[in-house]
Nanobody, 124 residues
Framework: QVRMVESGGGSVQAGGSLRLSCKDS????????MGWFRQVVGGGREAVAA???????MYSGSAKGRFTISRDPATYTMSLQMENLQPDDTAMYYC??????????????????WGQGTQVTVSS
């Protein structure tokens, strides 16, 4: 059973915006984090942003000031609003979730559930 499903990827020109969403089918009262990661072909999985179930957020350097992560506990949905996209942002974007955790990790090694990914392509 697929637990996490991303949506909202696509193609935009440089300077444009996209909003990614991730629906999590897990129901838990434990503290946990969710995050967005991206990966280019031949590259490693890079953290973009993460958010804890208590609302605390963390951003990578490349995302800070341009991307905003949010979550809606009522719908178990996490979103990533991306502004001023640049060609370097082109990648497959994945959402992920941890198990029980009290902080907001940006390392992929803490995340145990992953979505299938959604492609973001930014042209110059």
């Amino acid at each position: 059973q697929v637990r996490m499903v991303e949506s909202g990827g696509g193609s935009v020109q440089a300077g444009g915006s996209l909003r990614l969403s991730c629906k999590d089918s897990r129901r838990t009262s434990e503290p946990y984090s969710m995050g967005w990661f991206r990966q280019v072909v031949g590259g490693g999985r890079e953290a973009v942003a993460a958010i804890h179930s208590d609302g605390r957020q963390m951003y990578s350097g490349s995302a800070k000031g341009r991307f905003t992560i949010s979550r809606d506990p009522a719908t178990y949905t996490m979103s990533l609003q991306m502004e001023n996209l640049q060609p370097d942002d082109t990648a497959m974007y994945y959402c992920a979730a941890t198990g029980y955790i009290l902080w907001v990790p940006l390392s992929a090694s803490y995340y145990t559930s992953w979505g299938q990914g959604t492609q973001v392509t930014v042209s110059s």
